[in-house]
């Protein structure tokens, strides 16, 4: 199977929200006089790419040629995207930045290994009609300058993705015949229609849905996928179940899961945009879904194996199986 996993030249539109994430490792040997806190001496800091930026990160990883779109703030952190992305040699030209906006910036703060504190800057708010209108031009060019093998929509929240440019990537989208993957959050939950791979997590889908689900009754999966058919009439759902691994359910009517290996300590930060990386490629390489969900259980395991935001390689994907 590792002879196979070549996605060289496969071209992909990231859409979405990037975010900074910014990390702090020390030591803690005592509490604070001021106040019943642990004080953490910090040894060394790192920044690394987040959200859809490490969408990007993780496909340029696994050796596809990603193109990213967003908006940032014209700050500091913002710099330190930029800075990063032209490091990763990630394709960047079409991420606006702007003074009305705070880029999102989440700082974690561990304890050797352990994560103690996490503290978040950011303007959650969608962009500005006028930032709407210039990503859309944006879009229309980039879709026409370059053959996209698929588009995905990273959505976090963050005020990238509004409901008349979500809209817009579709209809767009669906006349070139260009696949699409969502990785959705409750905001725009049902704004993306007719998607080709769609890709929530059981929180997720429980909360849009308002119904509990059972993540280890096929049963109960069935169940919530029918449901979200008829609001979403999605073509194939990639449903991540956390340590029970990946429900599928595809366009033909098959349903099943593919359990997850376990992991006695995981760090699930990242690990969504990994998963809907691999099984992106995967699908445009017309891969069965079972091995699509393999390939993602087994690169959101490394992952999360991982301190914090980190992609998966190529030569560690293969390592995996």
């Known amino acids: 199977m590792s002879e196979k996993l070549d996605f060289s030249n496969v071209k992909v539109l990231i859409i979405g929200d990037v975010m900074l994430d910014h990390y702090l490792f020390g030591q803690i040997h005592r509490i604070s006089p001021e106040a019943p806190v642990p004080i953490v001496d910090i040894e060394y800091e790192e920044s690394r790419l987040g959200g859809a930026a490490n969408v990007?990160?993780?496909l340029i990883e696994l050796?596809?040629?990603?193109?990213?779109?967003?908006v940032i703030g014209d700050d500091k952190s913002g710099k330190t995207i930029f800075d990063l992305l032209k490091k990763n040699q990630i394709h960047h030209d079409y991420i606006i930045t702007s003074q009305s906006r705070t880029t999102t910036h989440k700082t974690r703060i561990y304890d050797d290994e352990r994560q103690v504190v996490r503290f978040d800057e950011e303007d959650d708010s969608d962009i500005?009609?006028?930032?709407?209108?210039?990503?859309?031009?944006?879009?229309d060019d980039v879709i026409k300058e370059t053959k996209f093998h698929a588009i995905i929509l990273q959505d976090y929240n963050k005020g990238v993705l509004t409901k008349k440019f979500i809209k817009h990537v579709l209809l767009?989208?669906?006349?070139?015949?260009?696949?699409?993957?969502?990785?959705p959050k409750e905001y725009n939950f049902f704004e993306y229609q007719q998607i080709d791979l769609f890709k929530p997590?059981?929180?997720?889908?429980?909360e849009a849905l308002q119904i509990k689900i059972d993540p280890k009754s096929l049963?109960?999966?069935?169940?919530?996928?029918?449901?979200?058919k008829k609001k979403n009439r999605f073509d194939n759902l990639l449903l991540t179940l956390g340590g029970n691994g990946i429900f599928v359910y595809t366009q033909e009517g098959d349903s099943f899961i593919v359990p997850a290996r376990p992991i006695k300590t995981a760090d699930v930060s990242g690990a969504g945009d990994t998963v809907i990386s691999i099984a992106t490629l995967a699908f445009i390489k017309d891969y069965p879904f079972k091995k699509i969900a393999q390939l993602s259980n087994a690169a959101a395991g490394k992952?999360?194996?991982?301190?914090?935001?980190?992609?998966i390689t190529l030569k560690e994907l293969k390592l995996t199986l």
């Open 172 to 183: 767009q989208s669906t006349k070139r015949s260009i696949p699409v993957s969502v990785d």
């Open 201 to 206: 997590n059981i929180k997720e889908l429980s």
């Open 63 to 70: 050796g596809a040629k990603p193109t990213l779109m967003s």
């Open 219 to 228: 049963t109960s999966l069935r169940r919530a996928a029918e449901e979200l």
């Open 56 to 58: 990007a990160l993780n």
């Open 128 to 139: 500005s009609s006028e930032l709407e209108t210039q990503l859309i031009s944006d879009f």
């Open 303 to 311: 992952v999360c194996r991982k301190i914090g935001i980190a992609p």
